[in-house]
């Protein structure tokens, strides 16, 4: 039987339409669903040439459960957090244990938590004049950004970067890796 990835997005969706074409034609492993919060999230039209179709869902089906038992009835291996912005629950996190993934863009435990999401990190890292910053693909638990981290990579910064470049070099290592840790993680290998 395949393994089964569901995926969340929050917004544009770029890690989400990546890691859905790595998977494009792969035999043993397959796109279970795509999960949103935002009907404008440009995650639902990035899929469309992929012919996957994004579901939307609202902040009450979220936290009642409902959300949850769809999801659960989907019988996923992982579910992948792939910017995603809303705090991920008890009952998810009891619900599939070291089965719910985060992609962060900095190096956790720096620049992680409330607040500290897409180009804030970027410009936080930048406002420390950082000589270097990466990606962290994380276990989910209750608290943001705080869950065991499977994986991170680094990437060197100048200083003249500016926010855009900086996004441009993590989004750069998240294409690179995150699919590739996905698969790993789904083939028992260490990533
Ligand atoms: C990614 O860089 C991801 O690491 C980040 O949001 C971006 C989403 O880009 N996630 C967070 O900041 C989570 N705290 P995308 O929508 O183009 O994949």
Known sequence: MKQRIVLLASGN??????ICRFFESN????????????????????LQPLDIQ??????NSFLDGTL???????????????GFLWKITKDWVQAFPNQIINIH?????????????????HQAVKENRESETGITIHYVNEAYDEGAI??????SLHPNDSTETIA???????????????NSLLNKERP
């Open 54 to 59: 994004v579901k939307v869902f609202e902040r």
């Open 150 to 155: 499977i994986f991170q990579k680094k990437v």
């Open 168 to 182: 441009t070099k993590v989004h750069q290592l998240e294409y690179a890796y995150f699919p590739k840790v996905i």
């Open 68 to 82: 949850l038992s769809e999801i659960q009835s989907l019988k996923p291996d992982l579910i992948v957090l792939a």
């Open 27 to 46: 035999s043993s492993i397959e796109i279970a669903g795509v999960y949103t919060n935002n009907p404008k999230a440009g995650v639902i039209q990035r």
């Open 13 to 18: 969706g770029s890690n989400v339409e990546n």
């Open 105 to 121: 863009p900095a190096l956790l435990p720096k620049y992680g938590g409330k607040g500290m999401y897409g180009g804030y990190v």
